[in-house]
């Protein structure tokens, strides 16, 4: 009597596909990048508005070091397919595009209108390409989860009267495609490479795409202490340590429910401003605040969705006597 031998499936995930345990733990890792990307305002009002926009290129350059650093090099040493470039250049666009739109609606408009409509339309963008993309509804959580979020941040920015501006309000609606364009470029790069790999070239390549604007907009206020300080914590820490941490909420939460909640960071600002800088927020806005925190473990319920054709990574056939890695 002969016994045959079945191929033992078993699952293998590489060190780059390492999910976050939880999307408890994901939905915190966005929520954290985007209470650093709170204090970008603060600190990018000490420059003028030529130097606000060429810090943003310089800024992109300094994250992509950190990044590189904190991926060991590896990033230099991979080989990047041609299946990368696409989502590599759409990440570079969309990374560098937001800088230049975003900043441009704040002259136009106002911060109030450019966050409410930069900010809170990316989510909705990101969520109608995910239909899209996947041919399914991105779920109940990151339904609910948006429109609590879009609501607060309306009763926030909105409260106290707003600039209309028809290029500002252009520019703004241009910002939140290309941040829902990062967002989306990054949840498809990280299929292939670990997080800090994928922003090194996503950052680096849009520093090189910043170049001209910052030899046109910079000046030598940029060296000085404040300048080179101001920087520094711009590329570090709203940038590097930032993106590493919105990028881990992408991989296991997805790109939808990850941008819905960066929404925090204007509600983080608003509440550092009222706590440090005794600014008065209303009572409409404290609600909006609150709305929005409500939001945050409503859209981490939701479960990445797989684009047609991607699989799992990590599945491999393997036979009783050896592993093929």
């Not at 909705?124 to 239909?131: A, Q, S």
């Not at 909105?158 to 939140?176: D, R």
């Not at 680096?204 to 520094?232: E, K, R």
């Amino acid at each position: 009597m002969s016994l045959a031998v079945r191929p033992l499936r078993v699952t293998v995930i590489p060190y780059y596909r390492q999910p976050v345990t939880t999307s408890g733990k994901a939905a915190a890792s966005a929520a954290a990048g985007a209470l650093l990307w709170g204090t970008l305002g603060p600190v990018a009002a000490l420059f003028d508005t030529g130097d606000r926009i060429a810090a943003g290129g310089i800024r992109l350059a300094i994250g992509a070091l950190v990044l590189l650093a904190v991926a060991k090099g590896r990033p230099l040493k991979r080989v990047w397919r041609r299946a990368d470039l696409l989502p590599l250049a759409g990440g570079a666009v969309g990374i560098a595009g937001f800088q230049l739109a975003y900043f441009g609606a704040i002259g136009s408009a106002g911060v109030a209108v450019s966050t409410a409509v930069g900010i809170g339309l990316s989510p909705v963008f990101t969520g109608l390409w995910t239909v899209v993309r996947s041919r399914r509804s991105p779920g109940t959580g990151w339904l609910l989860g948006t429109a609590l979020a879009v609501g607060g941040l309306c009763l926030l920015a909105l409260s106290k009267g707003a600039i209309f501006s028809l290029v500002g309000l252009g520019l703004s609606v241009l910002a939140a495609a290309f941040f829902s364009l990062q967002a989306i470029s990054i949840q498809e790069l990280t299929t292939r490479h670990d997080d800090a790999t994928a922003l090194t070239g996503i950052c680096g390549t849009g520093a090189v795409l910043m170049a001209p604007v910052i030899a046109v907009t910079a000046t030598g206020n940029l060296l000085t202490w404040q300048g080179i300080s101001g920087i520094a914590y711009l590329g570090v820490v709203t940038t590097g340590m930032s993106y590493w941490l919105f990028a881990r909420g992408i991989r296991h939460i997805g790109a939808a429910a990850a941008v819905t909640i960066t929404l925090l960071e204007p509600a983080g600002a608003a509440v550092i401003a009222a706590l440090l800088l005794h600014e008065a927020l209303s009572p409409a806005q404290w609600v909006g605040i609150v709305l929005i925190a409500a939001a945050i473990p409503v859209a981490g319920r939701t479960r990445k969705t797989l684009v047609p054709g991607h699989k799992a990574a990590g599945h491999q056939e393997l036979s009783p006597s050896g592993a093929g890695f």
